[in-house]
């Protein structure tokens, strides 16, 4: 007979809960949540728990542990597929006439404090399918280097169109 592998421990003794077998949790929502995680191989296990952990009325539900391990995943470097640089944004991609990206009254107050100019409100649309744009190019340069974390490095392209940014 093949030897059963160690699904998980108890949280009150250590003893090894192998797959696809009995154990149980607390009633408690808080104690059985994916985080916390306590899981106990017998009651009597789950009734030292309770004292320490302060419930007023908590019982001990009965569950079957997994009738085999999850398979590993493969190990080594992290692949990012990767998709064609964007020389423009495509309406796939980037739907025009979206969400507004800017907050438009800060941008008001911004050019009247500047210049005493006003803004007219198709500005915001205009100015939020340019950033639409600029940030799908930032997607791409920050996957073609293997990072799933847009970083100000992969803004650099701005640069070549003089905006300190």
């Keep these: 007979m093949e030897a059963q592998q160690e699904w998980k421990k108890c949280s009150s003794c250590k003893t090894p809960i192998p797959y696809n077998s009995k154990y149980y949790v607390c009633s408690v929502s808080s104690c059985n949540n994916k985080r916390t995680g306590y899981n106990f191989c017998s009651v009597s296990c789950f009734d030292q728990h309770v004292p320490m952990a302060r419930h007023k009325d908590a019982g001990a539900v009965e569950e079957m542990s997994p009738k085999k391990p999850a398979p590993e995943p493969p190990k080594g470097r992290r692949i990012i597929p990767t998709q064609n640089k964007l020389s423009k944004p495509s309406n796939k991609q980037v739907s025009k006439g979206g969400?507004?990206?800017?907050?438009?009254?800060?941008?008001?107050?911004?050019?009247?404090?500047?210049?005493?100019?006003?803004?007219?409100?198709?500005?915001?649309?205009?100015?939020?399918?340019?950033?639409?744009?600029?940030?799908?190019?930032?997607i791409d340069n920050a996957r073609e280097d293997g990072r799933k974390t847009v970083m100000d490095q992969d803004l650099k392209f701005l640069e070549k169109l003089n905006l300190n940014i």
């Design 99 to 138: 969400d507004v990206l800017v907050i438009a009254s800060r941008l008001k107050e911004f050019i009247n404090s500047q210049s005493e100019f006003n803004t007219s409100a198709a500005v915001m649309d205009v100015l939020s399918d340019h950033i639409r744009h600029v940030a799908m190019q930032a």
